[in-house]
C-alpha cells in the first residue's frame, strides 16, 4: 500500500502565505508525477499544480505566480508554497501522485484524505 500524508492547512488571512506538504510511504517504486488539486464547496475538484521526477511543473492560471511547487525525491515529498492567498482559494487541498509499486509496473494513481485551507479575514 501507498500512503500519503498531508499538513500544513489552516486559517490564514488573505494576502498572506500557507506552506503544504505531503509524504509518501509505502510500497512505492518509483514516483512519476506528483501535485495538488484542490475542491471548493459545491464545484469540482481542479488541479492546482503538478512536478514531474524530472522537476518539470505545471499550474492552474489562477495560481500562477503566486504559488511554487517543489519536490524532495529522497524524501517523496512534494510542497506546495502558497503566498498571496486569496479568500477564492479556500478549498480542501489534495495531495496526488502516479507512480509504480515494481519496475516496469503499472502506474497507479492516489490521493491523500486532504487538508483545508480557508482564506478569510
Known amino acids: 500500500q501507498v500512503q500519503l500524508v498531508e499538513s500544513g492547512g489552516g486559517l490564514v488571512q488573505p494576502g498572506g502565505s500557507l506552506r503544504l506538504s505531503c509524504a509518501a510511504s509505502?510500497?512505492?517504486?518509483?514516483?512519476?508525477?506528483m501535485g495538488w488539486y484542490r475542491q471548493a464547496p459545491g464545484k469540482q475538484r481542479e488541479l492546482v499544480a503538478t512536478i514531474t521526477s524530472g522537476r518539470s511543473t505545471n499550474f492552474a492560471d489562477s495560481v500562477k505566480g503566486r504559488f511554487i511547487i517543489s519536490r524532495d525525491n529522497a524524501k517523496n515529498t512534494v510542497y506546495l508554497q502558497m503566498n498571496s492567498l486569496k479568500p477564492e482559494d479556500t478549498a480542501v487541498y489534495y495531495c496526488?501522485?502516479?507512480?509504480?509499486?515494481?519496475?516496469?509496473?503499472?502506474?497507479?494513481?492516489?490521493w491523500g484524505q486532504g487538508t483545508q485551507v480557508t482564506v478569510s479575514s
Open positions: 509505502g510500497s512505492i517504486f518509483s514516483i512519476d508525477l
Open positions: 496526488h501522485l502516479r507512480g509504480s509499486r515494481s519496475p516496469g509496473g503499472a502506474k497507479w494513481d492516489y
